[in-house]
């Protein structure tokens, strides 16, 4: 279970009042489920205290019968009120199943504790910039086209075909554009490597159950994608980070193997059910892309330090691309159920003149890794260890790339062609890659331009 069951039992330790706080500051509207949980706690503890006391009485009535037995006393009472208490027993065992399904269910709901740094509030206008790096530059004879439309200048995709093959927001890239999206792939595995990372690639589908264990029960409906077929139902993965986060699962790591670094590269796919009519231009929220993350693992002690260099080694490859940015700690109430603390990287798109989220950082604690059985250590009730521990897990995107493509394009703008960030341009081969089409005609640029302007936009320069 996400979250230990011991929170919820003040004889045991738990903090009723921290856990109420911490759910309140993710949506007041949720306490009821913390309460719900109690009350089916309390009625299975009382179901397994039932049945030890009927076994407590199978043994007595069982040793009598043995005794009467070999003196050849009649047993049949004895025979009916053992037929009885095992009835009862199956009864309870019945109950005990459906008991701890409820208890389970209801506690995927809750969400990880809230950390004491994160900005209480459910309004994301009071995201707090804990950090901003270059000059947001608006040059209306420069920034004069969106992305969408600079990828149809440079003949780097085909929405049209894409959309008749695989529908709303599917695009073929070609030319230029497969060229970049697969050189910051490139640089971003060779970036991380250089931080100590190791490059893994994941399945692209996982199993039911064990998605279930990492992704949220609101995935399911919007976001992941079922892939029929077998038997056994799978899923496609949203982001690398749910199968990495199952790769050490039911293993124990100790302070010599931590922290461990993935740089995970993988297609993702996301329905985007929640997002309809958002972004329908281009590439930037598509159901289908590329992405290099960043998943680490570390002791408690340590998740909140590598969660700070997890940020900054974000900020650090978006300043060798030469992007504007700022850093913002999120609001409670926009927290998933796994974060305890969020961090946004929001780049500079001059055309529109908006801050957009290019990266996501989170500190998940022990979330995850109590309903993957990855534990820290080994217990050991001999050396003072009387509880399990486990490792922290914290994911953070470096790059998604056709979104990263979107922000290159805008900000790399000129008459001629897009100016490509030297790292780039030394893996392509060129310097500017220009124009070969003219502009596309889109009679609902502005209304575009105003919907997205709507929906994301910050505090602008």
Not at 21 to 27: F, I, Y
Not at 210 to 226: C, H, N, P, R, V
Not at 371 to 392: C, D, I, L, P
Request: one cysteine or more; a negative charge; charged letters at 30%.
């Amino acid at each position: 279970m996400p979250q230990d069951i011991k929170a919820f039992r003040s004889e045991q330790g738990g903090d009723l009042e921290k856990l109420r706080e911490s759910q309140a500051a993710r949506d007041p509207k949720s306490l009821h489920l913390i309460d719900e949980v109690i009350t089916t706690d309390q009625e299975w503890r009382k179901v397994e205290f039932d049945k030890r006391q009927i076994t407590t009485q199978l043994n007595k009535l069982s040793g009598e019968f043995a005794k009467k037995k070999r003196a050849n006393e009649d047993t049949s009472e004895l025979t009916e009120q053992i037929k009885a208490l095992k009835e009862q027993q199956k009864k309870l065992e019945e109950d005990e199943i459906v008991l701890v399904q409820s208890v389970k269910n209801k506690i995927s709901m809750i969400g990880n504790f809230v950390d004491p740094t994160v900005p209480r509030s459910m309004n994301e206008d009071d995201n707090l910039v804990v950090a901003t790096w270059g000059e947001c530059k608006r040059d209306p004879d420069v920034h004069k086209y969106h992305h969408h439309e600079l990828l149809w200048m440079i003949d780097g995709y085909s929405p049209e075909p894409g959309a008749r093959v695989a529908g709303h927001r599917g695009y073929f890239l070609k030319g230029y554009g497969v060229l970049l999206n697969q050189a910051l792939i490139q640089y971003g595995l060779k970036f991380l490597m250089q931080k100590k990372y190791t490059p893994i690639q994941p399945p692209f589908m996982m199993r039911k159950d064990i998605m279930a264990a990492t992704a949220q029960l609101s995935d399911f409906d919007e976001t992941l994608y079922k892939v029929s077929g077998d038997s056994e139902e799978m899923y496609l993965i949203a982001t690398s980070e749910q199968p990495i986060s199952a790769y050490h699962m039911g293993e124990h790591l100790d302070d010599e193997q931590l922290p461990l670094r993935y740089a995970g590269v993988s297609s993702c796919f996301r329905k985007e059910a929640g997002s309809y009519g958002r972004d329908a231009w281009g590439i930037f929220r598509v159901h289908q892309f590329e992405k290099i993350e960043q998943f680490c693992i570390t002791s408690p002690e340590k998740s909140c330090e590598m969660h700070d260099e997890m940020i900054q080694i974000a900020q650090d490859f978006y300043q060798s691309l030469g992007f504007a940015y700022r850093v913002v700690n999120i609001v409670s109430g926009a927290l998933n159920n796994a974060a305890a603390k969020k961090y946004d990287l929001e780049a500079w798109f001059p055309t529109l003149g908006l801050y957009r989220e290019l990266v996501s950082a989170s500190n998940c604690t022990d979330y995850q890794s109590r309903a993957m059985e990855t534990r820290y250590g080994f217990s050991n009730k001999a050396a003072g260890h009387k509880e399990k521990q486990y490792v922290h897990m914290l994911n953070a995107t470096l790059c998604a790339t056709e979104r990263t493509m979107c922000c290159i394009l805008e900000n790399g703008q000129t008459d001629k062609g897009i100016v490509l960030p030297k790292p780039l341009a030394d893996i392509i081969g060129v310097d500017i890659i220009p124009y070969v089409k003219e502009p596309p005609k889109n009679v609902n640029k502005e209304k575009s331009a105003k919907g997205a302007k709507k929906e994301e936009a910050k505090t602008s320069q």
